[in-house]
């Protein structure tokens, strides 16, 4: 079942802002600019430059430049920051659920969703209000964003009504840049195009974690001591739409800073040569069943049809190739944690078979997942801007 090439869209003359990334262009992850190199425009249409390689707003940035409670891309994230995300996850998880409703009672936490998703916004939503939080949904159809409100006043609008944090899904890569430079507030990636989805990486990661314990004598991973070796000896395979995908991303640029090997296993359409670039530790393997007999780790990626235009692929064909069922899966790694993002497409890169069967710690992910967003909760409201930042207010 071919997916028929689309006609390209007509380019239109409107004239937009869009994100612009000046400076080093490509922003290599080793090389972090001097200076801020991201100019983000006032406007509501934050321009997607996502195929790969996509411009990583990576390395520091200047005092003030967004408020350090915030979770826009994994590559802000020291080794020690992820150790400490962890560490508050199995504080908060460990917590009384009366407790941990006085952490943040009554803290308001506005969920800005341009996208549908059904697990990181219930899971978010679900953290903060266990947090005790009061939390207010956002979403693009039933708001004054379909009368064509910006990003820029929709955030306004919402720290206006007390908004201390806004978890943005947005189909453009940097829109949380863009809200984050126009409230002052902390902003969660909640997922922002093909750039990145922090908060998966990290629950990923946490599942990965639980997966594979410490083995005796390294107590460091139980203690959340994240080092750039915690993860060796891990071979996690990413396998599918890596092009389109902020999750293949965001574990891409974390998961090997821990130690791991991270494969990318795709056809050439959906898995461009230049992807490894990515960064150190990733490479790419086209054969399916050659990359699992080297994984511990297997994550299956949805295919996206609707990223897919002018592109041509043929299901039948990659569902031969790439689809992870039984057969494959007893005969190349029979021991292999089986991971997916959701949400899945059953009979197309996964059958229910290895969905449901003993490999896969789908469930758990999503487990993982709103322990994860609570600890980014805590982060984000607990953090105060700096002496030299401006505060919301006098933006
Ligand atoms: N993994 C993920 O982002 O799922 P949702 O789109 O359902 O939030």
Partial sequence: MPIQRKTPAKKTTRKTHPARLIGDGAGSSSTPPKKPSLILLEDSVVRSRNKFPTPQFHGAFPPGFLHPGSSISVSHFTLQDVGRILEEAAELEAMPVFRRAQRFAKRRVALLFYESSTRTRTSFELAAKSLGADTVLVSALSSSIEKGESLKDTGITLRSLGAECIILRHPNSGAPYLLGRATGLPILNAGDGSHEHPSQALLDLRAILAHFPAKKGETARRKHAITDRTLDGITVTIVGDILHSRVARSNALLLPRLGARVIFCGPEVLLPEY??????????????????????????????KERLSGLEIDLEDYMEQYQLHMERLAAYAPTAMILHPGPMIRGLEITSAVADGPNSAVAEQVYHGSIIRMALLARALDAKPGKNERSSRSR
């Fill in 275 to 304: 992807a490894a670039a990515i960064g150190t530790g990733v490479e790419i393997e086209r054969d399916f069943e050659r990359a699992l007999k080297q994984s511990n780790v297997v994550m299956m990626l949805r295919i996206q």
